[in-house]
T-cell receptor
Framework: DAGITQSPRHKVTETGTPVTLRCHQTENHRYMYWYRQDPGHGLRLIHYSYGVKDTDKGEVSDGYSVSRSKTEDFLLTLESATSSQTSVYFC?????????????FGPGTRLTVT | AQSVTQPDIHITVSEGASLELRCNYSYGATPYLFWYVQSPGQGLQLLLKYFSGDTLVQGIKGFEAEFKRSQSSFNLRKPSVHWSDAAEYFCAVGATNAGKSTFGDGTTLTVKP
């Protein structure tokens, strides 16, 4: 299994509070991604990173920010959590090399905003 | 823009029966195609991938998929389903742009004893 961990695995927080989720990889992969998974919506890309300090928005980026100061860590921050951000969040990594675009996923973080 | 459609939200098959999960994609060039499986409470795991070459690809756990360019399809098959195959299956099309993939909404497989 690819070395990807996510922390915390479960989080309950109140509306309006900031939340940071962490993704850590030991594979030295170039690309990292944050997705959210909701019933009926599959996986939706929030933000992704194509290198240290290089990030870009996905399809559902409003209300989220990310940072990547080291190859191995990719942080997702909810500046002011809302109930609509209750979801399961997955981090994924990809080597991005030719013929190596498959993604490897972390175990997920279940976030509940009350 | 790339997109993926999985027409079946939920499929039920009997243990030992054959399985085919459908996937249709839209992509402007030769696509990178993937199937992933997700067991309850887990992350997604790669089952198989197609980049080029032989259009019939073999994956883990006895799964295979066939790329049909004329039909824009990449259907997943297994000749004999086991109870442990019950899970959610996602088809995805990948791009060379930062390795981003677009995922279908998933098909939930239930296996009857």
């Amino acid at each position: 299994d690819a070395g990807i961990t996510q922390s915390p695995r479960h989080k309950v927080t109140e509306t309006g509070t900031p939340v940071t989720l962490r993704c850590h990889q030991t594979e030295n992969h170039r690309y990292m991604y944050w997705y959210r998974q909701d019933p009926g919506h599959g996986l939706r890309l929030i933000h992704y990173s194509y290198g240290v300090k290089d990030t870009d928005k996905g399809e559902v980026s409003d209300g989220y920010s990310v940072s990547r100061s080291k190859t191995e860590d990719f942080l997702l921050t909810l500046e002011s959590a809302t109930s609509s951000q209750t979801s399961v969040y997955f981090c994924a990594i990809s080597g991005g090399l030719a013929g190596n675009y498959e993604q490897y996923f972390g175990p997920g973080t279940r976030l509940t905003v009350t | 823009a790339q997109s993926v459609t999985q027409p079946d939200i939920h499929i039920t098959v009997s243990e030992g029966a054959s399985l085919e999960l459908r996937c249709n994609y839209s992509y402007g060039a030769t696509p990178y195609l993937f199937w992933y499986v997700q067991s309850p409470g887990q992350g997604l795991q790669l089952l198989l991938k197609y980049f080029s070459g032989d259009t019939l690809v073999q994956g883990i756990k006895g799964f295979e998929a066939e790329f049909k360019r004329s039909q824009s399809s990449f259907n997943l098959r297994k000749p004999s389903v086991h109870w442990s195959d019950a899970a959610e299956y996602f088809c995805a099309v990948g791009a060379t742009n930062a390795g981003k993939s677009t995922f279908g909404d998933g098909t939930t497989l239930t296996v009857k004893p």
